[in-house]
């Protein structure tokens, strides 16, 4: 079936460094992606998305392209800040569901 | 706007006791509504999900059951809890496209469930 999977964490990060997650993932077909992110306490919110193939998804700085060639999504974001904090989960919709990996942590540190 | 509610935000059972947890959704009618689980460390499980009252589709075997009585209310249950239930619990749902739908999820608070 089809599938997530992604760095584990913790990632420790000091701030304004460069922040990677990798994500790749196994489907059928060509999914949607989504990066969700986890604040403390709180729900998951989606933090961007690409509907297909070389779609680049971006929000809040963070950046993410599809790549078919490569089947990842890894997630970027070029200077970080400790509000960056929280747990990432890459996503694929496989067929109107879902499909979560794990979850990465990031800590930022002042 | 649209909001989704859950609760109880925390809850502590024992073990062998029922369970029942509540998601409402304002705003928006006949929506998709789905239950997934996040335990310790792992990402989420889709556990069910509903594309209108009455219709559920279970995903996972288990002892928990979900139930949709009216359009923007999905409930959680379980008869008998077991340890192994313990984790957070999400509601999430997403606006009426057809099935599938490939529209975005919102995702409710949660709920810390402790089975001891």
């Known amino acids: 079936g089809d599938s997530v999977t992604q760095m584990e964490g913790p990632v420790t990060l000091s701030e304004e460094a460069f922040l990677t997650i990798n994500c790749t993932y196994t489907?059928?077909?060509?999914?949607?992606l989504f990066w969700y992110v986890q604040y403390p306490g709180e729900g998951l919110q989606l933090l961007l998305k690409a509907t297909k193939a070389d779609d680049k998804g971006s929000n809040k700085g963070f950046e993410a392209t599809y790549r078919k060639e490569t089947t990842s999504f890894h997630l970027e974001k070029g200077s970080v800040q400790v509000s960056d904090s929280a747990v990432y989960f890459c996503?694929?919709?496989?067929?109107?569901?879902?499909?979560f990996g794990a979850g990465t942590q990031v800590v930022v540190t002042p | 706007s649209q909001t989704i509610h859950q609760w109880p935000a925390t809850l502590v059972q024992p073990v062998g006791s029922p369970l029942s947890l509540e998601c409402t959704v304002e705003g928006t009618s006949n929506p998709n509504l789905y239950w997934y689980r996040q335990a310790a460390g792992r990402g989420l499980q889709l556990l069910f999900y509903?594309?209108?009252?009455?219709?559920i589709s279970s995903e996972v075997p288990q002892n928990l059951s979900a139930s949709r009585p009216q359009d923007r209310q999905f409930i959680l249950s379980s008869k008998k809890l077991l340890l192994s239930d313990s984790g957070f619990y999400f509601c999430?749902?997403?606006?009426?496209?057809?099935?599938?739908?490939?529209?975005?999820?919102?995702f409710g608070p949660g709920t810390r469930l402790t089975v001891l």
């Open positions: 489907a059928t077909g060509y999914p949607s």
């Open positions: 509903s594309v209108g009252i009455g219709q």
């Open positions: 999430a749902w997403n606006p009426d496209g057809g099935w599938p739908t490939y529209n975005e999820q919102f």
């Open positions: 996503a694929l919709d496989s067929w109107g569901k879902l499909q």
